[in-house]
């Protein structure tokens, strides 16, 4: 089974700030990889993924992460926080057979103004 | 994409009693899956399930518990039974876009025990 971490559970920035939430996976076959961002009282939004292709992919809300794969990696980022930005993020992965998805721990992300 | 109406959106439950959560899709899919989101966590596959079968549980999970029927490729309800204080959480439903595909999430039900 696949296992992702997602390193700190709280990161706080500044309005105007780079964004840079960190996603490992454990896996020696590439998986599909998603980001989510979760809004309070609300369901999982579907930031950005990588199935195959470019290895850097841009989502919605000016996000994007980059696949990898020797540092089996995904990090989000995001150049200029914005106070809109806060939320939880979520980093998933599906193994490429089959259709399980495996989430991470989520990144809770405060902006300061 | 797909659109998925979950319901309840919330709701407090006496201890002792049962909650069904509903689960609407607006495509025909194969496999539905629900999910638990305890306070300040991330998610937990319950089980996943197929139309015309049984569902399948995940470890830690019985279907005494949290039965689930799945009736058509459109619809799916989860029950939580004889619920405790340690059953609030957050339940999602959730599908995949095909084959690769990324997940859809319903709004999720917010449940509370007292």
């Known amino acids: 089974a696949q296992s992702v971490t997602q390193l700190g559970s709280h990161v706080s920035v500044s309005e105007g700030a780079l964004v840079l939430l960190r996603c490992n996976y454990s896996?020696?076959?590439?998986?599909?990889l998603f980001w989510y961002v979760q809004y309070p009282n609300q369901g999982l939004q579907l930031l950005l993924k990588?199935?195959?292709?470019?290895?850097l992919v841009k989502g919605i809300n000016g996000f994007e992460a980059e696949f990898k794969k020797s540092e089996t990696s995904f990090h989000l980022t995001k150049p200029s926080a914005h106070m809109s930005d806060a939320a939880e993020y979520f980093c998933a992965v599906s193994e490429t057979t089959g259709n399980q998805f495996y989430f991470g721990t989520g990144t809770s992300l405060t902006v300061i103004p | 994409s797909a659109v998925i109406s979950q319901k309840p959106s919330r709701d407090i439950c006496q201890r002792g009693t049962s909650l069904t959560i509903q689960c609407q899709v607006d495509?025909?899919?194969?496999?539905m899956f629900w999910y638990r989101q305890q306070p300040g966590q991330s998610l937990t596959l319950i089980a996943t399930?197929?139309?015309?079968?049984?569902?399948?549980?995940e470890s830690g999970f019985v279907i005494d518990k949290f039965p689930i029927s799945r009736p058509n490729l459109t619809f799916s309800t989860l029950t939580v039974s004889n619920m405790s204080p340690e059953d609030s959480s957050i339940y999602l439903c959730?599908?995949?876009?095909?084959?690769?595909?990324?997940?859809?999430f319903g709004q999720g039900t917010r449940l509370t025990v007292v």
């Open positions: 399930a197929n139309q015309g079968s049984e569902a399948t549980y």
């Open positions: 959730s599908v995949l876009s095909g084959f690769g595909g990324e997940a859809f």
């Open positions: 896996s020696s076959v590439p998986p599909y």
């Open positions: 495509s025909q899919v194969t496999m």
């Open positions: 990588y199935t195959t292709g470019a290895t």
